[in-house]
């Protein structure tokens, strides 16, 4: 990627008022991208904790500001669909499915919409939160509502106990996508086809 020492990149994420924990695989990607000196500075700003998002023009020093917006909106599913139509293709998986907490189709529908005695779940997160920790493992059946609302450490534990027994088959619960180190890799592909476009639309 070429450098871009005249620029900062503010990546932004969700944050969470009940849980710390919430932030630290922002904060791991953007230490990252900082370290491989791609931009002349790099931020972090949240929509539920500090530094928040009215905050993030004081980040950097004037005139250089690189932002992303966020909006809530049906992109959000978009991105999963997209994501899993990609899995689809490399036919790794006998069945790539994606499915949502509160739309069809539904996760705590899984048993009936996988057939396989094996089945992979994976949150389409950055980080791993209540909904990570504690709504999807009820939704899936392997916790009961309220076993995690300890310490995020011991909430932890429920990536760890896999593979889950359930109606003898095999579930295996992961981490949320976004706590992978490589994820700072996907924020540099991000920001580059963001300006690779925006080269595009000013040359026409």
Known sequence: ??????????IVGHGSTVNPDSSVPTWSHAAEIRRRRVYGDVGCAFWKEE?????????FAPPEIVAHGTDLNENSATAAKREADR?????EYAAVLNVYMEEAPLVADWKKLTDTPNVV?????????????????VLLGITQEGAARAATGEAGEIFRRNPYQV???SLYYAASIGTDPGFADVILDQAASF???N???SAS
């Open 87 to 91: 899995l689809r293709q490399r036919a």
């Open 121 to 137: 779940v994976v949150p389409f997160f950055v980080s791993d939160g209540l909904h990570s920790y504690e709504d999807i493992p």
């Open 195 to 197: 300006e690779e476009a």
């Open 199 to 201: 080269k595009l639309q």
């Open 167 to 169: 109606d003898q088959r």
């Open 51 to 59: 530094p928040s998002l009215r905050d993030a023009l004081f980040l």
């Open 1 to 10: 990627m070429v450098a871009h020492n005249e620029a900062a990149l503010l």
